[in-house]
């Protein structure tokens, strides 16, 4: 990343104090978010989306599966995020692996639930074909196209988006089998399955510079930061997911303040995402 | 024009398309056709002498463009000139640049050319003003003057036999940019005037206009003769960096320097040529209208932009005839 002189910190950190950033947004305000869907056809479902300078891409493809013994009525979701070396030039070569699977694991956390499968946002039940013996396997990959900062609430969005997308074929059964065969299944062409994204959460991250946070960093803006935590909130206003990052303390009540104003914002860009994602998809499906 | 970063909805779409289109046509000028692709002919009239320049080929006795971008003609050259190209100084230039490294006797400044440039310490005028010979004293003090990553403002001096570029920042208005920020435009969008320095008097802003593509907006910062400074001065002055955390911006000097630069990132975005009569003239639009600063990079202010310039282009060519 570029490096900014002290002078150029300073306005920044200033900036943050007043209210009023270097493109003129309000603390608490996004960069405006602009979504395509469908614009990977091989895969059953993607999306890019754009935030600002920030440009992410994420696709969903579904390949049948044997469900693990554990959770024979659940099927499989996973996910996986690579930071292009394209995005900036810090993730030349492998410099982009660990920042890719940081960005992995804190979706993962926040889209997938617990061990067992419990309080995921994307429900698993759904994805089960044959209790037992066959069910679907969920790939979710995201690809980090340019870097400006924010790639969390980014990625989330999109695999939102790519999420509503997806048409998961329709599978016809062969009739009833015993125990241990793996019954034939005929996969359509031509239906598809939509799946139900309203229970997805979304992530909201806060970056802590000085003494305020703001929402939606710039590349810039995050070189200031102390801290940052990502709250992932669902449309209930649940936090399904905590993430912080960088090596400063934070009080517990300041925390506890981050997620109430997570909470405020999130209904905001949930609206938003949700109003882009629909009009993504109509006019996708104008072209 | 090329993909617009904007969720553009219909009605919008239409209005910026038209709106480019007349661009288009006010333009005219024998550029209609100007943008090629590789391998596209070149509309020239073979029977006059012409100069192949950059960017072209002869193939089967005919000109063909090498590389995609738009056709130039300067008298007899014709030249296509790529879309991303890096910067390509003149000497005089008025350039603004970052330093990112310190070295024996000279910084090398990034300035979006395919070399770092170099200012030497000798090209720098002394904090104390006076004309002597560097000892190897200031040779260590460099970075009490400039350190890494400090934005400089400088001009270009000469070329070196390697290719490599030579600034100098002799006069007071060249130095240090503090208190603002820096935008990063495509190089072809800054045309060489008479003034590149612009002080914005309604404002309190400066407004340098690199001719490689950097942009600064600022609070002002008076121009100082380091002559005059006297015993007094200079005092007062070694006491200042000992204070932690100088003041910030005010809010409204902040809000006019967004504003300009939010400016200037819609102006490239649509590809418009930068001077300070289009920059003042878009703030205004936006004041008018009262818009969030914020707002200002949304597509509806884009549309009015592109629109408002087709205007008065067409109002300017009608008053040439």
């Known amino acids: 990343m570029v490096g900014l002189s002290a002078g150029e910190k300073h306005f920044i950190q200033g900036g943050i104090a007043q209210d009023l950033r270097s493109d003129g947004r309000k603390r608490l305000t996004y960069r405006s978010i602009y979504v395509e869907t469908g614009v990977i056809p091989q895969a059953h479902g993607s999306a890019r989306v754009r935030l600002g300078a920030t440009d992410v891409i994420a696709s969903v493809k579904a390949e049948l599966g044997r469900p693990s013994g554990l959770q024979p009525d659940k099927g499989k979701i996973a996910i996986f995020v690579d930071c292009s070396p394209t995005a900036a030039p810090m993730f030349e070569g492998r410099g982009g692996e660990e920042l890719s699977t940081e960005l992995s694991v804190a979706l993962q956390r926040c889209l997938l639930g617990g061990k067992s499968g419990a309080g995921a946002g994307i429900d698993p039940a759904s994805l089960v074909v044959v209790e037992g013996k066959v069910c679907w396997d969920l790939y979710i990959d995201g690809l980090v196209i340019s870097s400006d900062g924010n790639l969390l609430d980014a990625l989330a969005a999109a695999i939102k988006a790519a999420l509503s997308n997806t048409g998961i074929p329709k599978v016809d059964v062969a009739a009833e089998t015993t125990g241990d065969e793996q019954p034939e299944v005929n996969i359509s062409d031509e239906e598809f399955l939509q799946f139900d994204t309203s229970g997805i959460p979304v992530i909201v991250t806060l970056t802590k510079v000085g003494r305020h946070y703001i929402v939606d960093a710039t590349s810039e803006e995050e070189s200031q930061m102390s801290s940052a935590v990502s709250i992932s909130i669902n449309r209930k206003g649940h936090i399904c997911g905590l993430t912080k990052r960088g090596g400063a303390g934070l009080d517990p009540s300041i925390i506890l303040d981050m997620i109430s104003v997570a909470k405020h914002v999130s209904e905001q860009l949930l609206n938003k995402l949700d109003s882009e994602i629909a009009a993504a998809e109509a006019s996708d499906e104008e072209s | ?321």
């Not at chain 2, 024009?1 to 480019?20: C, D, E, H, S, V």
């Not at chain 2, 000497?91 to 603004?96: A, E, L, N, S, Y």
């Not at chain 2, 990132?265 to 649509?270: A, N």
Request: hydrophobic share 40%; proline share 2%.
């Open chain 2, 1 to 321: 024009m090329r993909g617009l970063k904007l969720p553009l909805n219909q009605t919008q779409r239409i209005r910026l398309q038209r709106a480019f289109e007349k661009l288009q046509t006010l333009s005219a000028k024998a550029n209609s056709d100007a943008s090629v692709t590789v391998a596209d002919s070149i509309q020239v009239n073979y029977e006059d002498a012409f100069l192949k320049g950059h960017g072209t080929t002869d193939l089967n006795g005919e000109l063909v463009a090498t590389v995609c971008g738009v056709v130039e003609r300067v008298n007899k050259l014709v030249y296509v000139r790529g879309l991303r190209a890096r910067y390509k100084p003149e000497v005089g230039d008025i350039v603004v640049g970052r330093i990112v490294e310190v070295a024996q006797k000279r910084w090398r400044l990034e300035i979006n050319f395919t070399q770092d440039a170099v200012l030497m310490l000798s090209s720098m005028n002394m904090p104390d003003g006076i004309q002597r010979r560097r000892t190897a004293l200031d040779e260590l003090n460099m970075r009490s003057i400039f350190e890494e990553n400090d934005v400089v403002c400088a001009e270009v001096r000469n070329f070196q036999h390697d290719g490599s570029l030579q600034l100098q920042a002799r006069s007071q208005k060249y130095g240090k940019l503090e208190k603002g920020q820096l935008l990063i435009i495509d190089p072809y969008l800054v045309k060489k005037s008479k003034q590149h320095f612009h002080h914005l008097e309604q404002f309190g802003v400066d407004l340098i206009l690199g001719r490689n593509g950097f942009i600064w907006v600022g609070e002002h910062v008076e121009v100082r003769d380091s002559m005059i400074i006297d015993q007094a001065n200079s005092a007062e002055q070694s006491a200042v960096p000992e204070e932690k955390n100088p003041a910030y911006t005010s809010l409204e000097m902040r809000q006019h320097i967004c504003r300009i630069a939010n400016a200037i990132r819609v102006l490239s975005t649509l590809g418009f040529i930068m001077d300070a009569e289009l920059i003042m003239q878009t703030v205004e639009l936006s004041s008018s209208l009262n818009l969030n600063i914020h707002d200002m990079l949304g597509s509806e202010f884009h549309v009015l932009v592109a629109e408002r310039e087709a205007e008065r282009r067409s109002l300017m060519s009608k008053r040439k005839r």
